[in-house]
């Protein structure tokens, strides 16, 4: 089918094999792709035609916003790049956002007036991928998850069909968009609710020598704080300039009342580690840049995972730290949760293990001649320890494509919930290239 067969309609720019613009047009965050075809989509109509492209070819779609995720990467298929759609466009608090834009941006035209709305903490990561998935950011403890500010949605479903989806229209479907991923339908416009903001406290620590005690003052401080405050610890290797060698926590308090920032840090402080920044930022400027993707050294394997903790507790942490030191190259991250984020009740959006006040993440890179066979199993079996820990699992985080993953991911009761949203949105499982709900009882395939 050409672009000339798509007489219904318009379809976007339809990009293959051999096109002109085929090398950057198959290109995501963090590799090459190799679909079948990729379609720019730059209207509602154009997303709508690209579907009947795609269904007219018999092909899976890959719905790509932000184009941080791995699914990219899956070959075959339809990329439907919705980039073009990254509209901002502000009345009062509520703020529409088009299917493609980037959160970056969005803090920045945000800023300006005095607003703000929970993301993620990388600039160039999508609005789509991160919200439909959950969306851990610098002020989940004040305000949420992204998509707890998710009030509506503009989505194109499978069969073409533009639903304006609130939580009086489709109350299903809306709460299914908080956390249950791309499975129902582009998403060509969120609405959100933003929140007041005139700036934000950022400091940055070093930690120089063992982190277990220093990580547990940190555990018993957040278990105490004002849900402004944020933090994230995160023991790296030399990556990028964004993220410096060795172990640091950052810490995100939502407004700029330094003081209160200080005296919640202050037991912190007191244990040893070096403040390295401490001040009142504009919230753009505290979202990171993401490292530049090098075709040359393609994401090497990750043996690790990550986790919802219910509790902290000191084994976790040891395990975590142990983790760290046991792999050179690897990485290890808590971040806390709490706050607001506990406050939704489990069955209010799709998101797993509300009652969580930690995330945690641990992996060593499978970096040929750095992991052998049982250096491999040993960090695969450390891992599984701390795993063993939780209550959920964090998709957004699971850069793994097994189309088996969901069932990790959602409990029994909300994926017969997401099911039976996908069976009546996508019956035919035309959006497959996400962490998948099956659209058969049950979450299994029909
Ligand atoms: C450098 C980096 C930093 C990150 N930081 C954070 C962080 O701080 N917090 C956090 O929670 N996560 C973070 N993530 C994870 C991130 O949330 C996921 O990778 C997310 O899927 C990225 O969304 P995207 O739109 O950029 O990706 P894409 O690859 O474009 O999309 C991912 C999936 O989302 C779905 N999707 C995207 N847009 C739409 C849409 N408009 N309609 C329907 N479906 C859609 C599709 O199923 C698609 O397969 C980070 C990832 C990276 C690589």
Not at 9 to 26: F, Y
Not at 186 to 200: K, N, Q, S, Y
Not at 295 to 302: A, S
Not at 401 to 406: G, I, L, Q, S, W
Request: charged fraction near 20%; aromatic fraction near 8%; include cysteine.
């Amino acid at each position: 089918m050409s672009n000339d067969d798509l007489s219904d309609g318009a379809v976007g720019t339809v990009i293959r094999p051999g096109d002109p613009e085929w090398e950057s047009a198959r290109r995501f965050h963090s590799g090459i792709g190799s679909p079948a075809a990729v379609i720019r989509a730059a209207t509602v109509d154009d997303v709508r035609g690209a579907l009947r492209y795609a269904s007219a070819e018999r092909l899976d779609v890959m719905i790509r916003g932000g184009g941080h995720s791995a699914w990219g990467g899956v070959p075959g298929g339809l990329t439907l790049d919705i980039s073009a759609l990254d509209d901002i466009e502000v009345d009062g608090t509520r703020v529409r956002l088009g299917g493609g834009a980037l959160w970056g941006p969005v803090a920045h035209v945000l800023a300006e007036r005095g607003l703000g709305i929970s993301s993620g903490d990388t600039a160039s990561v999508g609005v789509g991928g991160l919200t439909l998935g959950g969306g851990i950011g610098w002020m989940v403890r004040a305000w949420g998850l992204a998509c707890d500010q998710l009030v509506g949605a503009q989505l194109v479903t499978a069969r073409g069909d533009v639903l304006e989806v609130t939580d009086a229209s489709h109350p299903e479907l809306l709460w299914a968009l908080r956390g249950g991923g791309g499975n129902f339908g582009v998403v060509t416009r969120f609405d959100f609710e933003a929140h007041a903001l005139d700036g934000v406290v950022h400091a940055v620590y070093g930690l120089d020598g063992d982190a277990r005690p220093i990580l547990r003052v940190l555990r018993d401080l957040l278990a105490q704080a004002p849900r402004e405050l944020t933090v994230t610890y995160m023991d790296v290797p030399a990556m990028d300039p964004n993220a410096p060698a060795g172990a640091t926590i950052t810490a995100v308090w939502a407004g700029t009342d330094e003081d209160a920032a200080r005296a919640a840090l202050a037991p912190l402080a007191a244990a040893g580690v070096s403040e390295l920044e401490f001040g009142v930022q504009a919230y753009p400027d505290v979202l990171l840049e993401a490292p530049e993707f090098d075709p040359e050294q393609p994401m090497p394997g990750f043996v690790g995972g990550n986790t919802l903790l219910r509790d902290l507790d000191d084994d976790a942490i040891d395990r975590l730290v142990t983790f760290r030191e046991q792999n050179p190259a690897s990485v290890a991250f808590l971040r806390s949760l709490g706050g607001a984020f506990g406050d939704v009740s489990q069955g209010d959006s799709a998101f797993p293990s509300r009652d969580a006040s930690w995330f945690a993440m641990a992996g060593a890179f499978d970096i040929p001649g750095m992991l052998d066979d049982d250096a491999r199993a040993a960090a695969e079996s450390a891992w599984a320890a701390i795993e063993a820990k939780g209550t959920g699992v964090y998709g957004n985080f699971v850069p793994s494509t097994d189309d088996t993953f969901a069932e990790r991911i959602y409990s029994p009761e909300t994926m017969a919930r997401l099911s039976a949203v996908k069976r009546q949105w996508d019956p035919g499982n035309v959006f497959c290239r996400n962490h998948n709900i099956k659209p058969g009882p049950d979450g299994h395939p029909v």
